[in-house]
């Protein structure tokens, strides 16, 4: 009875705030943390990881395309999958130096926005993406191409779901610029993940299951009510004998 609640986070950047990451942190197990990229910069991130290793909280890093204007959620063509490689490279080195220099090990991988979702239907970047760092945790949903390319390379590998966001019939997320996308009520959004956590598998807008293994949920760090989304939901998974930790992977 072991889950994981996540959260993407470290999402300010200079001047602009994005979240409350302090609040966030008091309720969620992992951190997914922007590498300044589609968000972030050196100061946010090492102030993220640092009240993570303080709360106990395990870090991970969160590439997504270089889109500060766009948050990462505007699909960029045009990069090959070894450019895009090299891009995640990039940016999860910069966070382990951040982590090293705190005191914290970096647990995990988990890719933002766009990315993700491209990532997910496109066997070539979801292997690139894949083939980065074997000894982190790879992040992925369930039934999509990031996880059939984890399994195929052997990786330490992590299922999860979203409490705040709606499914399409192919498993994948529902496109934001559709009605009904971004879910917004806490006890809602927690009754719908309970009953995918007891029937293992993820319900669609169509009603219609696909079965999965579910390790871990995210709650996005800059939706509007998110943090009392967190606590709505961390409340009532242990109010049905789950146990809230930071993720582990398949197997451990």
Known sequence: MLIDLNSDMGESFGAWTMGDDARMLEIVSSANIACSFHAGDPEVMH??????????VGAG???????????????????????IERQIVYQI???QALAKSVGTP????????????LAAEDPALARAIASVDRDLIMVVMPGVETEKAALALGLPLVREIYADRAY???????SRKLDGAVLHDPQQAATRILCMLEQQAITTVSGRTLPSRIDSICVHGDTPGTVAMAAALRTRLEEQGFTIAPMQADGD
């Open 106 to 117: 970096l647990r995990h991988v988990k890719t933002h926005g766009a990315l993700g979702n």
């Open 93 to 95: 080195g910069a966070m």
């Open 168 to 174: 399409a019939d192919n498993g994948n997320l529902l």
């Open 47 to 56: 102030s993220t990881l640092s009240l993570s290793h303080a709360r106990g």
């Open 61 to 83: 890093a969160h590439p997504g395309f270089y889109d500060l204007q766009g948050f990462g959620r505007r699909q960029i063509f045009g990069d090959s999958p070894a450019q």
